[in-house]
């Protein structure tokens, strides 16, 4: 879920600053997509074991959808049907 997060914010070009930390990157974008922050938390929980699996990968799916309806909010058409036809925007992802 994180790295599908990471992908679809490189693919409308927001991506994270070298030696810029997820919580960081979360937090500089918070205005475009504040569900960021809770997706990176439950990635930290996945990678770390705590929680129960199917517990930890229900927030994993519901906050992508959320952070997936912040960007549609968020972002103007335009821009969104470019990250649709931008076939090497995941190249750009940290």
Known sequence: AMRA????LA????VRNPGETREA???RIATLTPNLR?????????ALGAGR????????KRHLNAVRQDLGR????????GAHLNPIGWLLAR
């Open 38 to 46: 809770p997706l990176t938390m439950t990635h930290y929980r996945a």
């Open 11 to 14: 693919d409308v070009g927001v």
């Open 53 to 60: 699996p199917a517990d930890v990968a229900a927030d994993a």
């Open 25 to 27: 990157f979360a937090d």
């Open 5 to 8: 997060a990471l992908d679809r």
């Open 74 to 81: 968020s972002l103007p058409w335009w821009k969104r049907l």
